[in-house]
Nanobody
């Protein structure tokens, strides 16, 4: 069994910063792409940032230059540093990882979600 446990999030003022972290644990053989998604009220879930095992990254245009995704392959963790936050960044943020377990099965796993609210 695999779990993704998120931490961080909360309330920030516009222009402020927050950091999200996610740790994968369980019966893991390999972790491929890891990423962060978000879902604002009344909107579809969208990919915010992704990172490959080798460190290649991609970002949605609205966060480029403000958010930075990173991962620690030895610790099976992924983080999202969010700077210059805007009210439109308010959403529930979900950690995602493409994982192959020891038995060989491979699929996407999701964290439970963490609320990020940007408001003065």
């Amino acid at each position: 069994q695999v779990q993704l446990v998120e931490s961080g999030g909360g309330l920030a003022q516009p222009g402020g910063s927050l950091r999200l972290s996610c740790a994968a644990s369980g019966d893991i053989r390999n972790i491929y792409t890891m990423g962060w998604y978000r879902q604002a009220a009344g909107k579809q879930r969208e990919l915010v940032a992704g990172i490959s095992p080798g460190g290649s990254t991609n970002y949605v245009d609205s966060v480029k230059g403000r958010f930075t995704i990173s991962r620690d392959n030895a610790k099976n963790t992924v983080s999202l540093a969010m700077n210059s936050l805007k009210p439109e960044d308010t959403a529930v943020y979900y950690c995602n990882a493409d994982i192959r377990i020891m038995l060989g099965l491979r699929r996407d796993y999701w964290g439970q979600g963490t609320q990020v609210t940007v408001s003065s």
